[in-house]
């Protein structure tokens, strides 16, 4: 045994709380804590993962109480999966923006760093948590420190995106809370493997009720149509890394949240109407939104809530298939999205307006992120042998065998929209003339930056020439999120109990 | 010596068409001249002219594709005559009769012309070019009823060869002029533009394009199509007496029946002005194309 | 380690290699460019047997390698053209910039190519095909002309195929378990009449976009003209004969056992026959030679989606003998305009002219070239032609054969215009500098122009291998009863003997050539074309005579009810529309927080009132 789930969430928690302490001594330290901090839970959460394939899964108590008293960690081949992803692109996103605003702005830094922290912090905790309220917490914690991070940039549209963003987010943790209390006015407790066992006591209308609630309360993370109006522009307004994070960490928390409230807390199985229909109109709604974006990370942000709809359709089809797909889906999105925004951000860099028109004729001027940017683009929507291809492939396969075959064609209507949006910019990047009056002035990416993103190219190329490297992986982990009952036992006999 | 029986036999044809070719040219000359009311040239005067250019040296010349006009054009002509039966029974004239069908035949026709607009063009006259252009749009023109006419025999007998239908024919008793009206009023309203008589001579039009794609060329250059026009000539109507007519069985028969059907795009052409080129292209689209479709639709049904 | 990955990995790393060694030394990149396409080749045509197959899975499905004496007929189209192309394109391409790029994506379309070939799965089929599309496309914009607008088309109509193709693939595997060719043309016939329709129908968008056929054709003129003529060739030659390669395993494999075939086969071949018509006469109308030979291209692909719609065993000799002759003679006439773009700056016919004495081997090539595209004997395209026409006929699809033959025989005025425009007329000064072009780039043409000629006389060469890859998708033998090595028969036993036919030919051509020059040449002088009678008149040096503009205007004004109607422009207003919804769509986020607000409770207010009907 390395360590316990549980540092997933106390070792970010408690460096956020260091970074400015330590930034006293050395300002570097504030660089530095970040990276050791998200390097070393990639380890542990690895080989926790490894761990958890081999002899099965962990659930921690806090402080000794057990469920269903205490609030317990459950670290099982799903959030395990999830959290792994979510710290390794954590650490990606520290090794990207390294060298952000340094020798500039020594304190803006330090907001930065302590912010990401705790939204990497709360999104671990939003996925391995067993229990809903700790959840709410959690969730309350990445939005602060999401509303925080939004505004970085302390002009007029950023402090206004933020609070759009925390209007949402407020309506939403009210309606979260309702459906919490609602839920422990009727069974008494707020451990999820508990609700989950005796959900089907609960009266009827009650249940729907609360999982309306929930649902709302969980959609503004997960990026639902239309609860997503903070995220355009949020995603536009945020620093580049910040709207990976978004894209790669926050959104793959949400959507965890809202599955595991279907699929476990409320026991349904087979397919959900509800998630097909609300995945299938945000999907449809965001992209087509997307065509006709002026500004590159806009365009990006709704890319990236269409993708979350079309994930929420594939988990909507309750199988297993299904659900395979829908991982598979949020793990390329968690790659290639932040290999979108990290090259993206480089390619605008010295743009005021972030718009697309600017971008003309830059591949020749840097061509390793353009390069990056056009292999990201050609990942996403799904070209073979990349890596979006397979998962595209596997929601598609798992929607015929159910027969949906509207659905497929409207998904693959849709991927034609998605088609032309990326590749006008790709267009424009690589076939326009450079034209200094209306182009940016490039600026060079750090080496830590291109580091970071030819890991993530690698990735995607990987998994696009060898989709079987991850198969096992995802499938152990949609088997784990569909066999409920195991989790309740898993949880409620406490696993295996943890000392130390 | 059976090679040289066909050899001979080949050269045999070839000077026949050549003088009944050159006959009949004179002889329209004569009839057009009548009919305006003119004397008019003897009917041996293509004779004379093709000896004088056959004399004549021709003392420029504009490159290869030029010298090699006039010897495609005799390809085509020649080639066709090879394949399209002169009389019934063969003999001498049998050739390369049994070697290839209609469509094949389609095809070749249309290898001289080509040829030859290519040696035009590369005299760099302009008239040539733009008679070319025309030639070839009328071509696009006939060759819609004549292939129709020519598809709705194939699929009434089930034969794509001249000899075959020639057979049917024989069998039968009857001409096929008979037995598809249709067929037969397309085809023959197709050879209007096929012969280039008025009002279908937008090719050479002499008064507006200096005789269009034979301008440049003089000597044996001119003397070569001339003769190769003779030839086809010949080959037409020999292809629509096989065809329409039950064929020849002796040289008698053809020449009377390949010039009885010859006074009708001449005839035709000596009481008509000139078309336009779009003109004479919807022409062919109007009534040929209708008995063209007349002629499939009976064909189909019986 | 099995000889098919090898072929795989060698053009993919010698795609990489190229790209990398392009850095380095120019001259490096060439060599290894030219290598990575012929060892690939010889090892193909060498090593590879038919039947062959490496089996292998991935996210658990089975998935198999393998070449068919049906595919194989491809892979000569492919291989032979990428070849010769590839050459071609060393030469045509040089001083360009980007080249690493430009070889690359070369590469990677022909092994794309080769890899649709092997495919005997839907997934390795489909995976190929997309590597296919975006190296094309690639190509497409490579020139930077238009992107936004070609180069998205191309992308959109090879999308809409790709992902219509995609459907039938995923709608297969739910039926079948499987996602191997065969089993889906075994199962095909069980399956319920819905997906009989559904399954065909995309597969044949998928192809159809491909093949060009009309009304998915759009794209095709704009990335035809648009790519560098040296991919061009292989564009117009190769690639768009994996469509054909495609609709023939769904015309033979599916459509063919299924009672309601007939339907689809009279629907295919109309649209063919639409394609070729309209092909050819917006070819006629063509002042640029790349567009001309793009229109013509659909054209002649609108000729094999006949014959492959008709399918009696006629017409898939006669549908697959032209897919091979036209990857020839279409790809000698893309890379001579494109020599002839690299020798003078343009390819409007409107400019250039009189050519034929400065590249008298290009002329040579496109002459030859031009005679088998009109289909005119004794070059090669007579022969499909030929089956063709014997085919329709055969099969008693009357009106078809008219319509066929109108735009056979229209195609003769593009194709005198071809070589009017570029090689004959006026010799003008403003071109007398231009020289042949190299030696790399005549050779290839001239090779595939005497390719030709040769099997204008002996189709049994070709029609050989044609034959087994047809007995494998189910026909009888043909051999014996449609053809021998030069003699061709039609249905009702009429036949076509080649050899004495081209004996003659050239007996008579010799003949008469010799005739016209003796005695006559040595005192004939060759003078320059400004030496005329024109209406009596002598032109003067600085006079332009040539006829050249409004070229086939007579004609035009007599078709131009048939071209009055043009598909893209509905395109173009559908596209439009859609964006104009799109950005409507857009204003959906207001940016107004208030809105969102409002949202929230809005959709708070649906989902309780819909709550019953959402959960049953």
């Not at chain 2, 056959?54 to 085509?76: E, N, R």
Request: charged share 10%.
């Amino acid at each position: 045994m390395v360590g316990s789930p549980v540092l997933l969430i106390a070792i970010p928690l408690l460096a956020a709380f260091l970074i400015p302490l330590l930034g006293i001594f050395w300002k570097e330290l504030v660089r530095i804590i970040p990276g050791l901090v998200l390097g070393y839970l990639t380890i542990l959460s690895a080989s926790l993962y490894i761990d958890v394939l081999n002899t099965g899964t962990i659930v921690e108590t806090i402080a000794g109480w057990r469920a269903p008293w205490g609030i317990n960690l459950v670290f099982s081949p799903l959030t395990g999966f999830l959290a792994t992803l979510m710290t390794f692109i954590g650490f990606i996103i520290w090794l990207y923006s390294y060298r952000f605003k340094r020798n500039v702005e020594f304190e803006a830094a330090k907001k930065y760093f302590i912010f990401l922290m705790l939204l990497v912090a709360g999104s671990i905790g939003i996925v391995i948590t067993g229990d809903i309220f700790n959840q709410f917490v959690f969730i309350e914690i990445v939005g602060i420190s999401a509303y925080a991070l939004t505004a970085f940039y302390t002009g007029r549209n950023s402090a206004e995106a933020a609070f759009k963003y925390l209007i949402m987010g407020s309506l939403s943790a009210s309606a979260l809370l309702i459906a919490i209390i609602l839920i422990y006015s009727q069974l008494g407790t707020l451990n999820m493997a508990e609700i989950a066992a005796n959900i089907h006591n609960m009266p009827p209308q009650y249940r729907v009720t609360a999982m309306i609630f929930f649902i709302i309360g969980i959609g503004v993370e997960a990026e639902i149509f239309p609860l997503n109006g903070w995220a355009p522009d949020a995603y536009t307004e945020a620093p580049g890394p910040v709207g990976s994070a978004f894209a790669g960490i926050v959104v793959k928390a949400g959507i965890y949240a809202m599955v595991r409230m279907m699929f476990t807390l409320f026991d349904i199985s087979g397919p959900m109407q509800i998630l097909i229909i609300i995945g299938m109109i945000t999907l449809v709604v965001a992209e087509t939104s997307a065509l006709r974006q002026v500004q590159l990370k806009r365009m990006l942000a709704y890319s990236s809530i269409g993708q979350m709809g079309l994930v929420l359709v594939a988990f909507g089809m309750g199988t297993k298939a299904g659900v395979f797909a829908a991982l598979f889906l949020m793990l390329n999105h968690a790659i290639i999205k932040p290999l979108l925004f990290f090259s993206g951000s480089y390619l605008v860099f010295n743009s005021k307006e972030k718009n697309i028109s600017e971008m003309s004729g830059l591949g020749k001027l840097m061509p390793f992120t353009a390069a990056f940017f056009a292999l990201g683009s050609f990942a996403i929507v799904g070209l073979p042998p990349f890596a979006g291809f397979w998962s595209k492939l596997s929601v598609l396969t798992a929607a015929a065998n159910d027969g949906l075959l509207l659905i497929i064609a409207i998904v693959l209507l849709v991927s034609i929209v998605e088609i032309v949006y990326y590749f006008r910019v790709i267009n424009r990047i690589y076939f326009f003339k450079f034209d200094k009056a209306t182009s940016v002035v490039p600026h060079k990416p750090r080496v830590n930056a291109l580091i970071a993103m030819a890991i993530l190219a690698i990735l995607i190329l990987v998994i696009g020439f060898y989709p079987d490297s991850v198969s096992e992986i995802l499938n152990r982990a949609s088997e784990d999120l569909l066999n409920t009952p195991d989790y309740i036992k898993n949880v409620l006999s406490t696993g295996q109990s943890l000392t130390y | 010596m059976d090679l040289l029986t066909n050899i001979l036999g080949a050269i045999a044809t070839i000077i026949l068409a050549f003088v009944v070719g050159m006959s009949y040219g004179g002889i329209v000359r004569k009839i057009t001249a009548r009919v305006h009311n003119r004397l008019g040239p003897p009917w041996y005067q293509n004779f004379i002219d093709a000896y004088k250019l056959f004399g004549k040296t021709t003392a420029i010349h504009h490159g290869w594709m030029q010298i090699m006009g006039p010897a495609f054009l005799m390809v085509s002509s020649v080639v066709t005559l090879m394949f399209v039966p002169v009389l019934n029974n063969g003999g001498w004239f049998t050739n390369l009769n049994f070697k290839g069908d209609l469509i094949f035949l389609l095809y070749l026709m249309v290898f001289g012309p080509l040829g030859m607009a290519l040696g035009a063009g590369q005299t760099g006259n302009p008239n040539s070019a733009i008679g070319v252009t025309r030639g070839l749009s009328q071509m696009v023109g006939f060759e819609i009823p004549w292939v129709m006419a020519l598809v709705a025999l194939m699929i009434q007998f089930n034969t794509t060869t001249i000899t075959g239908l020639m057979d049917v024919q024989q069998m039968s008793g009857t001409w096929l002029m008979f037995s598809s009206p249709f067929a037969f009023i397309a085809a023959v309203l197709a050879m209007l533009g096929m012969f280039r008589y008025s009002p279908f001579d937008i090719v050479g039009a002499p008064t507006e394009l200096a005789s269009g794609p034979v301008s440049e060329n003089g000597g044996k250059f001119l003397f070569t199509m001339m003769s190769s026009g003779s030839i086809f000539s010949f080959v037409k109507l020999t292809l629509y007496v096989d065809l329409f007519m039950g064929g020849a069985d002796n040289l008698i028969i053809l020449l009377i029946k390949t010039f009885s059907i010859y006074m009708i795009p001449v005839l035709y052409g000596i009481v008509s002005p000139r078309y336009r080129t779009e003109q004479a292209i919807r022409f062919f689209w109007g009534w040929p194309l209708f008995f063209g479709i007349l002629a499939i639709l009976y064909a189909a049904i019986f | 380690m099995e000889i098919i990955y090898l072929i795989f990995i060698l053009f993919l790393s010698g795609a990489i290699a190229t790209f990398l060694l392009g850095k380095v030394s120019k001259r490096l990149r060439d060599i290894a460019f030219i290598t990575t396409l012929v060892v690939p080749s010889v090892l193909f045509f060498t090593q590879i047997n038919i039947g062959q197959t490496v089996d292998f899975s991935v996210l658990g499905i089975h998935l198999s390698w393998g070449i068919t004496n049906f595919s194989y007929i491809f892979a000569y189209i492919v291989l032979g053209l990428g070849v010769l192309a590839g050459i071609y394109a060393v030469a045509a391409m040089k001083g360009k910039e980007n080249l690493g790029f430009f070889f690359f994506n070369y590469i990677l379309s022909i092994m794309a190519m080769m890899g649709i070939l092997f495919s005997r799965d839907l997934i390795s089929f489909f995976v190929f095909w997309e590597i296919m599309t975006w190296s094309s496309y690639l190509m497409v914009v490579f020139t930077g002309k238009d992107v936004q607008k070609v180069g998205i088309k191309y992308f959109i109509f090879s999308a809409i195929g790709a992902y219509a193709m995609l459907m039938a693939i995923v709608i297969t595997y739910s039926l079948t378990g499987s996602m191997m060719i065969s089993n889906l043309i075994f199962a095909f016939p069980d399956f319920e009449f819905g997906m009989q329709i559904l399954i065909p129908v995309l597969l044949l968008i998928g192809f159809g976009v491909k093949s060009a056929m009309m009304p998915l054709h759009v794209w095709a003129v704009g990335s035809y003209s648009h790519s560098p003529m040296a991919y061009t060739a292989v564009f117009s030659g190769a690639l768009s004969k994996m469509g054909i390669y495609g609709m023939i395993i769904v015309m033979a494999g599916l459509v063919s056992r299924i009672p309601e075939g007939y339907w689809f086969r009279e629907v295919i071949a109309w649209m063919g026959a639409i394609t070729a018509v309209g092909g050819t006469l917006w070819a006629v109308a063509q002042d640029d030679a790349k567009k001309m030979l793009a229109y013509s291209s659909v054209a002649q692909l609108g000729y094999i989606i006949i014959g492959i719609a008709i399918g009696t065993p006629l017409a898939m000799l006669a549908s697959l003998f032209m897919a091979i002759l036209h990857g020839m003679f279409k790809g000698t006439l893309f890379m001579a305009v494109g020599a002839i773009e690299k020798q003078t700056g343009t390819t409007n016919f409107t400019e250039v002219t009189g050519l034929i004495r400065k590249m008298p081997f290009t002329f040579l090539a496109s002459l030859m070239s031009i005679i088998a595209l009109a289909g005119i004997p004794p070059l090669g395209g007579f022969i499909g032609k030929w089956m063709l026409y014997e085919s329709v006929i055969g099969s008693n699809h009357y009106l078809l054969i008219i319509v066929i033959f109108f735009s056979s025989t229209a195609a003769f005025l593009y194709c005198y215009k071809f070589l009017f425009g570029f090689f004959l007329g006026q010799e003008e000064k403003e071109w007398a500098h231009v020289k042949e072009a190299p030696a790399m780039m005549v050779v290839p043409m001239v090779i595939l122009a005497i390719g030709t000629f040769i099997f204008g006389v002996f189709p049994g060469l070709i029609l050989n291998p044609i034959d087994a890859g047809l007995q494998e998708l189910g026909y009888a033998v043909t051999q014996g009863r449609y053809w021998e090595m030069s003699v061709l028969f039609n249905e009702w036993g009429d036949t076509v003997v080649l050899q004495p036919i081209l004996y003659t030919i050239l007996a008579v051509f010799v003949f008469f050539l010799a005739f016209v020059l003796t005695k006559n040449f040595k005192k004939t002088r060759y003078v320059s074309t400004k030496d005329i009678s024109s209406s009596g008149e002598i032109p003067k040096e600085h006079e332009n005579l040539t006829f050249s503009r409004g070229f086939f205007q007579p004609f035009l004004r007599s078709v131009e009810p048939l071209m009055r109607r043009k598909i893209d422009p509905y395109y173009n207003s559908f596209g439009r529309g859609m964006e104009a919804i799109f950005d409507f769509v857009r204003r959906i986020y207001t940016g107004n927080g208030q809105t969102y607000a409002l949202y929230v409770v809005v959709f708070a207010l649906l989902l309780l009132i819909f709550k019953d009907r959402l959960w049953g």
